[in-house]
């Protein structure tokens, strides 16, 4: 019998002895050969062989070692959870002072240590130079700003909604919900089971009873502040909500939605827990430029109707009050002297659609703006009522407004007025956005016949008193002129420069589709579209049969 112990890996002394023999030679227990790892673990771990008696060894249940992975144990929300979490915190804050009976006067600008102060740069300063840079809701110009914006909504809804949100790991900055799938624009239907699962598969209670027999996709609006990295992550994530083009990766993705268009990456038809959404991407530079200056009126034009904030953030919330009172200043340009709050909504509501494309063509319900205002009466009487109470030239005159909780009263369509002083309305027009300002500049600039030179030096002298005035930028000559023009010209003039920042990225928006979104699901979206133009239509084509 020859015993030959076998070479011992690198380091280590020899624990196996192979014997070349015929005979079986009986180990005693004590150094019986074990499991050098435990097969319990994922890793390999050394085990070193016991010398004990096996009737001193513990027992074989706690010689389970059972391995808790660091995916097992509770995590700690991340940095960017934190903040998710807060945003959501200050979001029901805000939504909370919207429900204040105070609320109509709230954007009512005030200095609480100066009770004296009347209305000169200490109320306005935020409008004409707001700061962008802010990143805390206390940076806002005063408490309670902006708390118009949230629209009160069923609170299971709501959080079904919010819940949406965290099933992407890509961080969101800022988020609302929109549309008909949140904000009915019709009747209640009665949808069987049948109907509600080909739209939603798995809808919770709480979105089928909001729906109310209508089921819809529901549409959403996601800001973030990287591009190129929010489509990385969500595309590793959900690779599945992109059409080819996610193929080409981040890169590709984020310069198709930043260069084409008007800034947004839309991805339709995605089922997220059990719930049929549509969501677009924009970066937050592109959605607060939009807000402030009119440069596409594309996102603007949404905010300008009741949505539903999910996820707030103050530096949007300050781009939005600004796009919101250029809303109401620019259907004041729009309206008589006299007319009611019905009228000012559907002015308002109809901007975004004036050069919207799908409107010329029957790819949208004709009536769309009818049924937004005339079913959402409530939540733009939230919108607007505090911006209508907070400027000098418009007022609500009508004795229902003297009655306790008239904002809530549906029953009545009040009257509204507004003073037509040339230098008022004059000052409306030195208020719009820049961009769209400047646009509205050239038109009259061409109707008055003013030359190039003394046009550019009366726009300079307008900036040399702006960068000196310690009171709130005021209309000149320029500006009174335009208000004053007759009230039709002055409506078709307006009327065709908002087409004109609408149309071009509109279309452009429209045929990007077929690329982020992919043919089968752009067709399936048109066909929804017409088919929206055709039941519309059926009422009219009805009574005149009849």
Same mark, same amino acid.
């Given at each position: 019998m020859v015993v030959r112990p076998m070479p011992p890996p690198l380091g280590r002394f020899p624990t196996t002895w192979t014997y070349k023999t015929s005979l079986r030679l009986s180990v005693p227990p004590t150094v019986r050969?074990?499991?050098?790892?435990?097969?319990?673990?994922?890793?390999?771990?050394?085990?070193?062989?016991?010398?004990?008696?096996?009737?001193?060894?513990?027992?074989?249940?706690?010689r389970l070692c059972i391995r808790t992975f660091a995916s097992d144990a509770p995590k700690a929300p991340s940095e960017g959870a934190k903040a998710a979490q807060k945003k959501e915190s200050e979001t029901e804050s805000a939504a909370s002072a919207a429900c204040s009976p105070d609320e109509p006067h709230s954007q009512r600008p005030h200095d609480s240590s100066s009770p004296t102060t009347t209305s000169t740069e200490s109320d306005f300063d935020w409008e004409e130079k707001p700061n962008f840079q802010i990143e805390k809701f206390t940076e806002l110009p005063y408490t309670n700003f902006g708390v118009n914006q949230h629209m009160i909504i069923d609170r299971e809804f709501k959080e079904a909604l919010r819940q949406l949100l965290w099933r992407f790991r890509a961080p969101i900055r800022y988020a609302f919900a929109y549309g008909s799938g949140v904000f009915p624009q019709s009747k209640g239907g009665t949808a069987t089971e049948a109907e509600v699962k080909a739209v939603h598969p798995k809808a919770p209670v709480a979105v089928q009873k909001a729906q109310d027999g209508s089921p819809k996709m529901?549409?959403?609006?996601?800001?973030?502040?990287?591009?190129?990295?929010?489509?990385?992550?969500?595309?590793?994530?959900?690779?599945?909500?992109?059409?080819? +083009?996610?193929? !080409?990766?981040?890169?590709?993705?984020?310069?198709?939605?930043?260069?084409?268009? @008007? #800034?947004?990456?839309?991805?339709?038809?995605?089922?997220?827990?059990?719930?049929?959404?549509?969501?677009?991407?924009?970066?937050?530079?592109?959605?607060?430029?939009?807000?402030?200056?009119?440069d596409t009126l594309y996102l603007a034009g949404r905010l300008h109707k009741p949505v539903k904030i999910l996820r707030d953030d103050p530096r949007v919330r300050l781009a939005n009050?600004?796009?919101?009172?250029?809303?109401?200043?620019?259907? +004041?340009?729009? !309206?008589?002297?006299?007319?009611?709050?019905?009228?000012?909504?559907?002015?308002? @509501? #109809?901007?975004s659609y004036l050069g919207d494309p799908r409107m010329a063509f029957p790819t949208e319900n004709p009536k769309k703006v009818a049924n937004i205002v005339n079913h959402n009466m409530l939540n733009f009487r939230r919108l607007y009522a505090p911006l209508v109470e907070s400027l000098p030239n418009v007022d609500y005159n009508d004795p229902a407004c003297s009655q306790p909780n008239w904002i809530d009263n549906t029953d009545s369509v009040l009257k509204l007025q507004q003073d037509m002083d040339p230098v008022k309305r004059g000052n409306m027009v030195r208020r719009l956005p820049k961009a769209f300002r400047s646009k509205l500049y050239f038109e009259y600039q061409k109707k008055f016949q003013i030359p190039q030179l003394e046009f550019n030096k009366m726009m300079e002298e307008n900036k040399d008193e702006d960068a000196i005035s310690f009171k709130r930028q005021q209309g000149g000559g320029f500006e009174r002129r335009i208000a004053q023009d007759e009230p039709e010209a002055l409506r078709k003039n307006v009327r065709g420069v908002i087409k004109r920042t609408i149309n071009w990225p509109?279309?452009?928006?429209?045929?990007?589709?077929?690329?982020?979104?992919?043919?089968?699901?752009?067709?399936?979206?048109?066909?929804?579209?017409?088919a929206k133009y055709r039941e519309a239509s059926k009422p009219e084509n009805d009574e005149k049969a009849s």
């Open positions: 050969t074990t499991r050098h790892y435990s097969v319990h673990t994922a890793r390999l771990q050394y085990r070193p062989r016991s010398t004990a008696p096996r009737s001193c060894r513990s027992p074989a249940t706690s529901i549409d959403f609006i996601f800001g973030v502040s990287y591009t190129q990295h929010w489509h990385s992550l969500n595309l590793m994530q959900h690779r599945d909500h992109y059409s080819m +083009l996610g193929s !080409l990766g981040s890169a590709a993705v984020s310069h198709v939605q930043d260069k084409w268009g @008007a #800034g947004v990456y839309f991805n339709p038809y995605v089922t997220v827990d059990g719930i049929l959404i549509k969501y677009g991407v924009v970066n937050i530079d592109t959605l607060c430029r939009d807000l402030s200056e009119w009050q600004i796009n919101l009172l250029s809303a109401l200043r620019t259907a +004041l340009l729009l !309206l008589p002297p006299t007319f009611t709050e019905q009228e000012l909504y559907a002015t308002i @509501a #109809g901007i509109s279309t452009t928006q429209s045929i990007k589709s077929f690329f982020t979104a992919g043919v089968s699901r752009s067709f399936r979206y048109l066909g929804e579209k017409m």
